[in-house]
């Protein structure tokens, strides 16, 4: 009965490689988004989908791209990673604007 | 450029203590705040949030957090800490009528020892 499931919970890769990081929720939300969380624990808005639909994209490198297949998935691919890529991405849904719930992050490590 | 600013960046406290974490944002217009959680090694989990209405607003575990609106804060307090409070504690603000994107403070590490 996980309320946002991300997938994988770790994530360790080499510079270069391209990978994805998947989200779902299943309560019902309209809104969903990727946040960073970086070494130092500082938690950033990446990006946002509402109903599919991009309304919240953050000063982010193109290497990253969300896709939204339905409103309750949003998921994450990086291209060509780098060293500075490695943290801990959250996924949240929210119904409107108001409270978000999150998901239990993905530790991405580059090496 | 919006901002959020938690003065504590690390905490520690005897257990019985009382808490009080400060938590100042930068924006003239109406926001909503929350207060958020990170135990650890899980995910943030909502403490407690302000929207409208009586400014002193009371979160789960004995948690609660006073929004000032001329000081521009909502410190999170609570009157008793237990050693299972200790976590990262995050503020937050969202703007009212906005995208619902959240802009977190840096976060305060809070330690308590048994």
């Known amino acids: 009965d996980t309320a946002v499931s991300q997938t994988p919970k770790y994530l360790v890769t080499q510079m270069g490689n391209d990978k994805s990081i998947k989200c779902e929720q299943n309560?019902?939300?309209?809104?969903m988004y990727w946040y960073k969380q970086d070494s130092k624990k500082f938690l950033k808005i990446m990006f946002s989908?509402?109903?599919?639909?991009?309304?919240i994209n953050e000063t982010v490198p193109n290497r990253f791209s969300p896709k939204s297949p339905d409103k309750a998935h949003l998921n994450l691919h990086i291209n060509s990673l780098e060293l500075g890529d490695s943290a801990v991405y959250f996924c949240?849904?929210?119904?409107?604007?108001?409270?978000?719930?999150f998901g239990p992050g993905t530790r991405l490590t580059v090496t | 450029a919006q901002s959020v600013s938690q003065h504590n960046h690390h905490v520690i406290l005897s257990e019985a203590a009382s808490l009080e974490l400060g938590c100042n944002y930068s924006?003239?217009?109406?926001?909503?705040l929350f207060w958020y959680v990170q135990y650890p090694g899980q995910h943030l989990q909502l403490l407690l949030k302000?929207?409208?209405?009586?400014?002193l607003v009371k979160g789960i575990k004995g948690f609660e957090a006073e929004f000032i609106k001329s000081k521009f804060s909502f410190n999170l307090r609570k009157p008793s800490v237990q050693w299972s409070d200790t976590a990262e504690y995050f503020c937050?603000?969202?703007?009212?009528?906005?995208?619902?994107?959240?802009?977190f403070g840096q976060g305060t590490t809070l330690q308590v020892k048994p």
């Open positions: 949240a849904s929210s119904q409107s604007i108001y409270e978000q719930y």
């Open positions: 309560l019902g939300h309209d809104t």
């Open positions: 989908y509402n109903n599919k639909e991009l309304i």
């Open positions: 924006y003239g217009g109406t926001v909503n």
């Open positions: 302000y929207f409208s209405g009586d400014p």
């Open positions: 937050a603000v969202s703007l009212s009528g906005n995208t619902g994107k959240l802009i």
